[in-house]
């Protein structure tokens, strides 16, 4: 049986089963603007909720069977597992359904230049930025990326360029259902362990996707990431690299840094001298996530120069260690989407140069099989924090298992010198930050579940109060 494709249901209804995520969210209003009428459903009141409904779609907050009832297509997200309610009913009443990576994949169908940004940390930083660079170059490019960035208006644009650009993810293999003609692979490593066997075969399953760009495209990966290299010496295609050192392609020189982490760099791209760079977002890993975007957006054809310049103008896409706000009369509140050990370090090693009093650490754990699989690492991940507060871990798309759960963590970090403390739910979170935080200090909080409402919770306490 051929799989659905998009194409054919032109001004039909579609449902999106967990449409409030990070990327259905963005295909839902791409749909939208495409003539499609769009209904969707999502277990809770997600922040992207908001915006999906005012682009036009019908939000059920909860599954139930009869919420696909007279829908025509059914997309769902890889959280939705079979025996969900609407997906069996789709299937009882023979509604075709295709999971949210075929949908991507078809969207990008027809573009000269398909990008596809992956790697287990930076996609929508750099994706953000090359979106960015190619919307001032005058590239017009279509995009989607799992984040908001107010330069493209949201998550989604519809560009009359030749370019799609969107994140490619590896979590259950879904970026093998894109046809890229550019691959960017910012790094390899260890992530979503309950759906790969190991690191060999999440590296097996990157070269995958880079065998999927055909003889006239091209492979720019990371040039100081032993995996990366490895998997594009096989391959056929133009490869490129980047990175911090003068091996790679596209490399910074002079490198220089002010105290709060901002680097400025001479632009070394394939021999040339390019332009010096300024960067307004500040980390290490945000110069290579830089490289990466200039790297693609010389591919393309973007005019460099203005893509410097542009470079110099992105300051973050929304939860990339966002201020949030303040509390207790100048003390600092930040959010980041890290999602694992490795992105908390880096948040945290941001927010270390920042803060100027006590930094506190505010993790929300993601997923159980997370947590078990990568438990050592985050026990020292956030060892650059003068406190470390650690929520319930977030189930998401998991069950409980019952042996697992933060005071665990809170107990090993402990173990490692870390002052650490477990505050279950936002509201023990709030209090302890309330009680604790002087001007001064920063709070930055950690995850890709819900952690973010505990910052709109304080924000908004924080304006009663003010009125009061």
């Avoid at 999502?42 to 009869?66: N, Q």
């Avoid at 009443?93 to 990008?115: F, K, N, T």
């Avoid at 996707?209 to 032993?226: A, C, N, Q």
Wanted: charged fraction near 20%; proline fraction near 3%; hydrophobic fraction near 40%.
């Amino acid at each position: 049986m051929n799989q659905p494709h998009i194409r054919d249901y032109q001004g039909k209804r579609i449902h999106m089963i967990g449409i409030g995520g990070s990327s259905m969210s963005g295909l839902s209003q791409m749909l939208i603007s495409k003539g499609y009428e769009v209904s969707g459903s999502d277990r809770t009141e997600g922040y992207l909720i908001g915006d999906v409904r005012a682009a036009g779609a019908k939000v059920f907050i909860g599954h139930a069977a009869e919420q696909v009832h007279g829908a025509d297509l059914v997309v769902y997200t890889g959280a939705a597992a079979s025996d969900n309610p609407e997906r069996v009913e789709a299937d009882r009443l023979g509604i075709p359904s295709i999971e949210r990576s075929v949908l991507l994949g078809q969207l990008m169908e027809g573009y000269r230049q398909a990008v596809g940004v992956c790697g287990a940390h930076g996609k929508t930083s750099t994706t953000s930025m090359l979106s960015q660079m190619l919307v001032e170059c005058g590239l017009d490019p279509s995009v989607h990326i799992g984040g908001k960035l107010d330069a493209i208006g949201g998550s989604t644009r519809i560009g009359t360029g030749d370019a799609f650009l969107a994140e490619a993810c590896e979590f259950r293999r879904s970026f093998l259902e894109m046809k890229p003609t550019v691959a960017v692979v910012l790094n390899i490593d260890a992530d979503h362990l309950d759906c790969y066997r190991d690191i060999d075969e999440i590296e097996a399953t990157f070269g995958q996707f880079m065998r999927l760009v055909p003889e006239s495209g091209v492979v720019i990966g990371k040039g100081t990431d032993e995996r990366v290299l490895r998997q594009m010496q096989m391959l056929t295609c133009r490869t490129l690299t980047f990175g911090m050192t003068d091996a790679c392609d596209f490399h910074p020189a002079n490198l220089t840094e002010d105290d709060r982490g901002y680097a400025s760099f001479d632009l070394i791209g394939m021999g040339m001298s390019l332009g010096r760079v300024t960067m307004a977002v500040p980390g290490d890993f945000n110069v290579e996530n830089g490289l990466a975007a200039l790297c693609t957006a010389y591919v393309l054809g973007a005019d460099m120069a203005q893509a410097i310049a542009s470079l110099g103008r992105f300051t973050g896409a929304h939860r990339r260690f966002e201020k949030t706000g303040e509390i207790n009369g100048g003390a600092e509140l930040f959010h980041d989407y890290s999602h694992n050990p490795a992105e908390m370090r880096n948040a945290v090693s941001i927010a270390r140069k920042r803060c100027k009093g006590t930094l506190y650490a505010v993790m929300q754990p993601h997923t159980f099989s997370r947590v078990r699989t990568l438990f050592n690492d985050y026990l020292t991940c956030t060892e650059l924090a003068d406190v470390t507060v650690v929520t319930d871990i977030c189930a998401a798309r998991e069950k409980d298992p019952g042996d697992l759960n933060s005071g665990m963590l809170v107990e090993g970090m402990r173990a490692h010198g870390l002052n650490a403390v477990w505050t279950p739910s936002f509201d023990d979170t709030e209090a302890y930050l309330r009680a604790h935080m002087r001007p001064g200090d920063l709070a930055i909080t950690m995850g890709c579940g819900d952690v973010n409402m505990l910052n709109e919770q304080i924000a908004q306490h924080e304006k009663a109060s003010s009125r009061a």
